[in-house]
């Protein structure tokens, strides 16, 4: 059977620790981590692959309900609250199942074997799901998330352990890997050009010798990259 991997978001550390302890007896699941909001949520499903979150509703800052209408590509969903009064939301949201505090065993259980049958599902329907892409990404910037359409992006450059998203208005310091961001930037509008740059196929003016012209801005074509630029160009 394959391993689920799930992650816990609560901004309550009794409640992480009680879902650690009922997630770690299920067979086959792996908790990859323990999140206290939804910027370490964000973090986590940015860094590995996840295919389940228990969402806490009610946390600072960005609701759990905020947090998964922000993303692209979301994992399934088991919301755990408190609060009834959101259960239709969920369920609008398509949510997997939505466990009521004190969380019961039987209840954790239940929807373990619900992820499990939409993971089967799930993988079945794959194909038909590149129909419905985004247009935008969420980007923790300056500890928000702040939302970025694909049509004001010019470039990504590399900055370490971070990237700088630049575009028409401004320029967005993110906690983002230039591989994440290649995985999660559709490749029909930006592609690879040096280890430190990902260009925007729309903002590029010319191309001449090594060199990518983005308005003014001059940009490197590393050697490693030339020639997939070069056919994508001629294509």
């Known amino acids: 059977m394959k391993l689920i991997n799930c992650i816990i978001v609560d901004d309550e550390p009794q409640a992480r620790k009680m879902m650690e302890a009922f997630v770690s007896q299920l067979p086959n699941w792996k908790i990859l981590r ?3 909001n939804a910027l370490e949520a964000f973090e986590a499903l940015q860094t590995q692959p996840v295919d389940v979150a228990f969402l806490d509703i009610k946390m600072p800052v960005v609701s759990g309900i905020d947090f998964l209408k922000s993303l692209k590509n979301p994992p399934l969903v088991v919301f755990t609250t408190a609060y009834n009064k959101y259960a239709m939301e969920g369920y609008e949201l398509n949510v997997v199942d939505y466990l009521l505090k004190p969380i019961a065993m039987h209840r954790l259980l239940q929807a373990a074997e619900k992820v499990a049958e939409r993971l089967s599902l799930k993988q079945e329907s794959i194909p038909d799901e590149k129909h419905n892409e985004a247009t935008y990404i969420f ?3 300056e500890n928000k998330l702040i939302k ?3 049509d004001q992006i010019l470039y990504i450059e590399a900055m370490q352990n971070f990237v700088n998203i630049h575009t028409v208005e401004k320029t967005y310091l993110v906690t983002q890997t230039m591989k ?8 029909t509008l930006f592609t690879r050009i040096h280890k430190s740059y990902i260009a925007a196929m729309h903002a590029i003016t010319s191309v001449y010798g090594n060199t990518v012209a983005i308005g003014k801005k001059e940009l490197p074509i590393g050697s490693n990259y030339k020639n997939a630029f070069l056919d994508r160009i001629a294509s």
């Open 180 to 187: 994440a961001m290649e995985e999660v930037l559709p490749a």
């Open 34 to 36: 323990s999140c206290a």
């Open 139 to 141: 980007a923790k910037h």
């Open 148 to 150: 970025i359409n694909f």
